[in-house]
């Protein structure tokens, strides 16, 4: 970029690139992404974007070698400690450290790959975020977690939990499929059940809004008021996991509903998420907004219903109604920006067949 005038003519191709993608045109992005590329070759914002439309559209390999570029856009965890940067050397006997990166529903995707170094005849040490601690207690092969402030034992290697992926070579055929990869804490599965009850009723979890923070959640967060187009269905009962202030949005809901709302409970400290798990394992269903629900939900193998916006995340892939990363999950997609009335259309003739063959 040596001119003004090239840096605008750039800028507007990677600005169409971006109108692009968000409207699902994969091919045209990439294609208008590497024109850009072809210039000006260490734009990281561009090979960032490209990472997300390849990753999209199935293109694992070269997807996550783009998603490198994360680091220069300080999208990922790029902390430097005093030992080498784990790139595939032998394990056997050596220490390793996966330090988390992004979000909640992140670090449940991807904490899956830990089982593949122990594997390698790792040890293996897991700093997860706060509030993820005693959930992942429950990986197999007990490596260690620690979280913001616990001590760090030596080391050997280091490695960025999100570059696991690309290290393992994973395509959308070789997901990990070592589902569940985690699991609810038992004693407290039994707690929940007897809150819950044992009483008629399909019980259904929803959530439908994720971090008001995230600047994307008002595009994937569908709100309340499409679930309500479910409610009138008889034989359910619905159960708000929906925590923060949005979960008010279920007050406007009409009397006759059989509606609990959780938040109170499952606003539970650092143990959020291990309360959470032990209300899922009492459902028969979770529906939910692309938040950290249904990614938890999909990790302890429970039957979950994601509702995606038409710009969804690139981790749900394009096209499709289930996830290689979830076998328990199924996809209800917009047809249309701005069209929850037809994803939860669907939704609800989904429920029908369901309830029809119980």
């Known amino acids: ?121 790792a040890q293996v040490i897991v700093g997860c975020k706060s509030g993820l601690k005693r959930l992942f207690s429950s990986l197999p092969g007990s490596p260690r977690i620690i979280e913001p402030g616990d001590q760090v034992a030596a080391f050997d290697y280091h490695v960025p939990l999100m570059s696991l992926p690309e290290l393992f070579k994973t395509t959308v055929e070789t997901v990990p499929d070592n589902v569940p990869y985690l699991t609810a804490e038992p004693e407290l599965v039994k707690v929940w059940a007897e809150k819950l009850g044992q009483g008629d009723g399909f019980k259904i979890g929803i959530c439908w809004s994720g971090n008001p923070d995230y600047p994307m959640n008002p595009v994937r967060s569908s709100g309340f008021k499409p679930f309500e187009r479910l409610m009138d269905l008889p034989g359910l009962r619905f159960y708000g996991m929906q ?15 059989d509606y609990h709302d959780l938040a109170d409970d499952l606003m539970d400290g650092s143990d959020a998420f291990v309360v959470d798990a032990a209300v899922m394992a009492n459902l028969d269903l979770v529906i939910s907004s692309d938040t950290a629900v249904p990614h ?63």
């Open 1 to 121: 970029m040596n001119t003004r005038s090239e840096t605008m003519t750039l800028e507007q191709i990677f600005s169409k690139g971006s109108d692009e993608y968000t409207n699902g045109n994969l091919i045209a992005a990439e294609n208008l992404f590497r024109q850009v590329l072809q210039q000006c070759p260490d734009h990281p914002a561009v090979h960032f974007y490209l990472a997300q439309v390849l990753l999209a559209g199935g293109d694992y390999i070269q997807g996550w070698q783009e998603m490198a570029w994360r680091f220069k856009v300080k999208a990922g965890d790029n902390r430097q400690f005093n030992v080498p940067l784990w790139a595939g050397q032998p394990l056997m006997g050596k220490t390793v450290l996966v330090h988390a990166e992004q979000g909640f529903g992140d670090n449940i995707q991807f904490v899956r790959y830990v089982s593949l170094l122990m594997d390698q005849g």
């Open 243 to 257: 925590l923060g202030d949005v979960r008010k949005q279920a007050d406007s809901r009409p009397e006759s509903v």
């Open 296 to 358: 938890l939900a999909g990790a302890l193998g429970c039957p979950v219903w994601c509702v995606l916006s038409h710009f969804a995340d690139w981790r749900w892939l394009k096209n499709r109604d289930d996830s290689p990363w979830y076998p328990s999950m199924r996809l209800f997609r917009q047809p249309e920006p701005d069209d929850w009335q037809s994803v939860f259309d669907d939704v609800r003739l989904a429920l029908q067949e369901k309830m029809s063959g119980l």
